[in-house]
């Protein structure tokens, strides 16, 4: 239940930063919304599993964790750290060109 509302208070001020204007505020915004996915990756894999994904190291195999998400969640901060340099990349190269077209 946690989860869900912390998936839900990220949704949530996500979008209102996207739609604000500003990349800054635009690149915060797809942060937020690129926690609010791993969250909701993690809890889809079973967040109440605490021990470890590797079979050969515990005693049960029913309480290993699913190694997929986990795999999912490592592509989705991967993706959304690239998404977030471009942004700022494109931020940083939109400011200083102001003063030549203005003469």
Do not use: C, K, W
Request: hydrophobic share 60%; charged share 10%.
């Amino acid at each position: 239940m946690t989860a869900a509302v912390l998936v839900g208070v990220l949704v949530a001020g996500a979008v209102f930063l996207i739609v604000q204007r500003g990349l800054v505020r635009i690149a915060l915004g797809l942060i937020m919304l690129g926690h609010a996915a791993n969250l909701v990756l993690l809890a889809a894999g079973g967040m109440y599993r605490r021990e470890a994904p590797l079979i050969d190291q515990i005693a049960a195999v029913q309480t290993a964790a699913d190694p997929l998400p986990q795999a999912f969640v490592l592509t989705a901060i991967v993706i959304a750290f690239g998404v977030t340099v471009y942004l700022v990349a494109l931020a940083g190269a939109g400011t200083g060109d102001d003063t030549e077209e203005s003469q």
